[in-house]
């Protein structure tokens, strides 16, 4: 089975601009997560969507905001763009049965200027 | 709340050295425990894991055995390679909540030759 992929790999941004990236899951994992991962604050959960609802949310503003489509692959999309978003955000999926483990992408580099 | 709590780094050890790297979590179910491994530049990639006391998860010549009476799940390896450098994350899944997912902060390896 393929792995989760996340586009694009790296990305620069400026600040006060709005950035989108994209997550698909393995297939069959119906569970997507995202996280935010900074050398300062370590690994943050953002939020999970289950087949398109949201079913956990993380301590983040409402700039930070996802979505899910029907064939499970995900978007988190964060405007108005703050240096402190600068971070490498990484997907996770999972399937709910057995352990529940996550499987992670390889992550997404952002850097605001 | 549910958590993880994992020893603190850096480690740094010499090559063929013994590795333990403790954790402890706070759960008010039964929880999947795992140990996830972070190489420069890449996601989290799932280690190893157990689902249940007394499980041992093992993997690539690292195990780590699920106590229930000192809720514990240490990361153990007999003889540390150089290209074992990297962060390890010791993690939580919940299935009586939600399954809610929690990860420690994580502990970065650097074994020198």
């Given at each position: ?51 398109e ?15 899910q489509f029907s064939n499970?692959r ?40 | ?113």
């Open positions: 089975k393929a792995g989760v992929t996340q586009t694009p790999r790296y990305l620069i941004k400026t600040r006060g601009q709005q950035v989108t990236l994209s997550c698909s899951p393995i297939s069959g994992h119906r569970s997507v997560s995202w996280y935010q991962q900074t050398p300062g604050q370590g690994l943050q959960f953002l939020f999970e969507y289950f087949s609802t949201q079913r956990n949310k993380g301590n983040f503003p409402g700039r930070f905001s996802g979505r499970s995900s978007e988190m999309n964060v405007s108005t763009l703050e240096l402190g978003d600068s971070a490498l955000y990484l997907c996770a999926s999972r399937a709910l049965t057995g352990a529940y483990e996550q499987y992670f992408g390889p992550g997404t580099r952002l850097t605001v200027t | 709340g549910n958590s993880v709590t994992q020893m603190e780094g850096p480690v740094t050890l010499s090559e063929e050295a013994f590795l333990t790297i403790n954790c402890t979590y706070t759960a008010t179910g039964y929880p999947s425990l795992f140990w996830y491994v972070q190489y420069p530049g890449e996601g989290l990639q799932l280690l190893l894991k157990a689902t249940k006391a007394d499980d041992k998860g093992s993997n690539k010549g690292f195990e780590a055995t699920y106590r229930k009476e000192t809720t514990s799940f240490h990361l153990e390896k007999g003889s540390v390679q150089v290209s074992d450098s990297a962060v390890y994350f010791c993690a939580l899944s919940d299935q009586r909540n939600n399954n809610d997912m929690r990860f420690g902060a994580g502990t970065r390896l650097t074994v020198k030759p």
